[in-house]
């Protein structure tokens, strides 16, 4: 089955305890980023890549780091999670280019709900 | 800059009815694709249906059908046949395509229950 996987789905932590929310894709996706939704504020870019080795800040970026080692894994981490990122987190992919199919359709992940205290 | 907006908070509808959840956008770009996702009380974001700003049929997929009016820049869900199970956050957003990064960004979504 074509899907994006991501764990936790559930994590409570303290403030400072790096965690690392692992994201998998099996669709051979060049496109992955990393949103995160909070009340009245929507979802939010944090990070994406657009392949191997290249990756870039979305709009809120900080207190957040990323890595694309392989083309099915872009791993979230924070290296000093803050109350402030507490949130639901969501992993996506897609193809890249400019197609008229739809063919960049971003498929989420299940979502990671994050507390942290 | 991109934007979408979903006037309705809220909406009620009657099992069996059609109901259409509204979304306007913005955007100065003529290359764009369209898409309404559903977000259950569970948290996942499921893809319902996907308009592109060329297409010159609006999209359907089952009971979910796309209204799209470019000149209007609106891009309106509808449902027919409402059942229970469409009770839940549904977003409208937009994802322009070029060779950049391409973030969908989206509306601040519209919350539809559905009444037996």
């Known amino acids: 089955e074509a899907q994006v996987t991501q764990n936790p789905r559930y994590l409570i932590t303290v403030t400072g305890k790096k965690l690392t929310v692992t994201c998998s894709q099996n669709?051979?996706?060049?496109?992955m980023s990393w949103y995160r939704q909070d009340p009245g504020l929507g979802l939010r870019q944090i990070y994406y890549?657009?392949?191997?080795?290249?990756?870039d800040k979305g709009d809120v970026p900080e207190g957040y780091k990323v890595s694309r080692k392989e083309k099915r894994n872009f791993p979230l981490i924070l290296e000093s999670p803050s109350p402030n990122q507490t949130s639901l987190y969501f992993c996506?992919?897609?193809?890249?280019?400019?197609?008229?199919?739809?063919?960049?359709?971003?498929?989420f992940g299940a979502g990671s709900r994050l507390t942290v205290l | 800059a991109q934007k979408i907006t979903q006037t309705q908070p809220g909406m009620f509808v009657q099992e069996k009815e059609a109901v259409t959840l509204d979304c306007t956008y913005d955007?100065?770009?003529?290359?764009?694709?369209l898409f309404w996702y559903k977000q259950p009380s569970s948290g996942e974001m499921i893809f319902l249906i996907y308009?592109?700003?060329?297409?010159?049929q609006n999209a359907t997929e089952g009971r979910y059908s796309l209204n799209f009016q470019k000149a209007r820049k609106s891009a309106n869900l509808v449902i027919s046949a409402s059942q229970l199970g469409d009770s839940a956050m549904y977003f409208c957003?937009?994802?322009?395509?070029?060779?950049?990064?391409?973030?969908?960004?989206f509306g601040k979504g519209t919350r539809l229950s559905v009444i037996a």
């Open positions: 669709m051979n996706h060049e496109y």
């Open positions: 996506a992919s897609s193809f890249l280019g400019q197609g008229y199919s739809g063919a960049n359709v971003l498929t």
């Open positions: 955007t100065s770009d003529p290359s764009y694709g």
């Open positions: 890549s657009m392949n191997v080795e290249v990756t």
């Open positions: 957003a937009m994802r322009l395509r070029n060779s950049g990064n391409t973030p969908l960004v």
């Open positions: 308009q592109g700003s060329y297409d010159q």
